[in-house]
């Protein structure tokens, strides 16, 4: 079965600071890695995605994630925290043969002035 | 381009007693997702729609749980009968198609409080 770990609960980051979100995975196969963000009272945003290629994916609001086969793991980056960044942040992952995206527990992001 | 609908956004009912959650996806998306998001967890598929045939409702508890995507466009969940630990928030979301690789797109959610 697939899973997500993010193993800490709350991050928390000065504003300006570098922001970092961690992410492992578990999957039968290659894997297909989402980040989301959660808003307050808002849906989850979607915010990259790695399929193939290039370990270093770049999203929206200045965000990219590097995907590490080796360490299976896909932690979330920011090289300049925003207060606008405290939110929710979901990794989840698909597997070829699996199409369930399955989401890991979330973290909350403090970012503090 | 406009996004996910859901309706309505809270619902609070009492146990034992129905509720139904609407949504409408993103226009040219054929697959639909429906999430049950309890507080302090991941979202968990509930079950997933390619056009309007199942394509994966094996987190759905079927003896409580319905959903249909008749015309393959919007869709109902629905919960008969309801119980406490159905509280959360029910999340709908669209996708162009249901590749591994494709991203979903998330609507605001119907906050559900069962009493």
């Known amino acids: 079965a697939q899973s997500v770990a993010q193993p800490e609960d709350q991050v928390n980051v000065a504003e300006g600071n570098p922001l970092t979100v961690k992410c492992t995975y578990s999957?039968?196969?290659?894997?297909?890695l989402f980040w989301y963000v959660q808003y307050p009272n808002r849906g989850l945003q979607f915010l990259l995605k790695?399929?193939?290629?290039?370990?270093l994916v770049k999203g929206s609001y200045g965000f990219e994630a590097e995907f590490n086969k080796s360490q299976t793991s896909f932690h979330l980056k920011k090289p300049s925290a925003l207060v606008s960044d405290s939110a929710l942040y979901f990794c989840?992952?698909?597997?070829?043969?699996?199409?369930?995206?399955?989401f890991g527990k979330g973290n909350q992001v403090v970012v503090i002035p | 381009e406009a996004g996910v609908a859901q309706s309505p956004r809270y619902k609070i009912i009492e146990k034992r007693q129905s509720v139904a959650f609407w949504c409408n996806p993103i226009?040219?998306?054929?697959?639909l997702y429906w999430y049950q998001q309890i507080l302090g967890q991941g979202p968990k598929l509930l079950i997933q729609?390619?056009?309007?045939?199942?394509?994966?409702d094996s987190q759905l508890p079927k003896d409580r749980f319905s959903a249909e995507r008749l015309k393959g466009v919007d869709s109902t969940l629905k919960i008969q009968p309801a119980k406490l630990e159905d509280s959360a928030v029910y999340l709908c979301?669209?996708?162009?198609?249901?590749?591994?690789?494709?991203?979903?797109?998330f609507g605001q959610g119907t906050r559900l409080t069962v009493v």
């Open positions: 226009s040219g998306h054929a697959t």
């Open positions: 790695y399929i193939t290629g290039d370990n």
């Open positions: 729609f390619q056009n309007n045939g199942v394509v994966d």
């Open positions: 989840a992952v698909r597997s070829y043969g699996n199409n369930r995206l399955t």
């Open positions: 979301a669209s996708s162009f198609k249901g590749g591994a690789g494709t991203e979903a797109f």
């Open positions: 999957v039968s196969g290659n894997p297909y």
